[in-house]
């Protein structure tokens, strides 16, 4: 069976057993879609594994071992489309229309950074190199230049940077800020330079101001 035909018949499975007043069996299902008991065996499981159908009792009394039901689980299907980048396309355009935009970005950025830096592990005594790789688990592709620089091969939100690129600049120098704060680091990122070379973003430290 072809992949948009298995799919229409296990959308028909999901939507008999929502619109049931109670649970079904297999054989009452089957009929219901014209199908096979075994091909509604094999959605039943897959709806079940992907956590949209459970098992539940019979209420019927009658003789030998309970018929086996189903029912559909109730609330939002897990397995639906996401569509985080128009999110996060309106949370930047947001924030760029905010008066105080940048000092608010870098702030939230800072935020994600505290949280990040909490469960890096201590792997370097060297808090740039910390630093690289933690951004390097967060997908920056990052590579040390020298002591005091990062270079950041890959923006995780690429095309909201092209298009509001000091807003999400900010948000990943406050990252990097947060981050190095949290180690209570002697160094912070002074300033992130955005595509100072095609294809490559820098991230530039410095020592962290006395109080």
């Given at each position: 069976m072809a992949d948009d035909a298995r799919r229409g018949r296990r959308d028909a499975v999901l939507r008999?057993?929502?619109d049931a007043p109670e649970p079904l069996g297999i054989a009452e299902i089957a009929e219901r879609i014209a199908a096979h008991p075994n091909t509604v065996r094999f959605h039943l499981d897959k709806l079940v594994a992907a956590g949209r159908v459970e098992r539940a009792r019979s209420g019927?009394?009658?003789p030998g071992r309970p018929a086996q039901?189903?029912?559909a689980v109730r609330g939002m299907d897990p397995a639906g489309p996401r569509h985080y980048r128009l999110l996060a396309d309106a949370l930047a355009h947001g924030l760029a229309a905010a008066p105080d935009a940048r000092d608010r970005a870098v702030e939230a950025g800072r935020a994600w950074?505290?949280?990040?830096a909490a469960d890096a592990p201590a792997a370097s005594a060297d808090d740039v190199e910390r630093l690289t790789s933690l951004l390097d688990d967060l997908g920056f592709a990052p590579e040390r230049r020298d002591e005091?620089?990062?270079g950041l091969r890959h923006c995780p939100f690429l095309?909201?940077?092209e298009s509001d690129s000091p807003v999400v600049c900010d948000v990943h120098l406050g990252l990097m800020r947060g981050a190095l704060e949290r180690w209570e680091s002697p160094v912070t990122v002074d300033r992130l330079e955005?595509?100072?070379e095609p294809g490559l973003c820098?991230?530039?430290t410095a020592p962290r101001a006395r109080p």
């Amino acid at each position: 069976m072809a992949d948009d035909a298995r799919r229409g018949r296990r959308d028909a499975v999901l939507r008999i057993l929502k619109d049931a007043p109670e649970p079904l069996g297999i054989a009452e299902i089957a009929e219901r879609i014209a199908a096979h008991p075994n091909t509604v065996r094999f959605h039943l499981d897959k709806l079940v594994a992907a956590g949209r159908v459970e098992r539940a009792r019979s209420g019927r009394r009658v003789p030998g071992r309970p018929a086996q039901v189903f029912r559909a689980v109730r609330g939002m299907d897990p397995a639906g489309p996401r569509h985080y980048r128009l999110l996060a396309d309106a949370l930047a355009h947001g924030l760029a229309a905010a008066p105080d935009a940048r000092d608010r970005a870098v702030e939230a950025g800072r935020a994600w950074g505290l949280r990040s830096a909490a469960d890096a592990p201590a792997a370097s005594a060297d808090d740039v190199e910390r630093l690289t790789s933690l951004l390097d688990d967060l997908g920056f592709a990052p590579e040390r230049r020298d002591e005091a620089r990062i270079g950041l091969r890959h923006c995780p939100f690429l095309e909201l940077a092209e298009s509001d690129s000091p807003v999400v600049c900010d948000v990943h120098l406050g990252l990097m800020r947060g981050a190095l704060e949290r180690w209570e680091s002697p160094v912070t990122v002074d300033r992130l330079e955005a595509f100072a070379e095609p294809g490559l973003c820098l991230a530039v430290t410095a020592p962290r101001a006395r109080p």
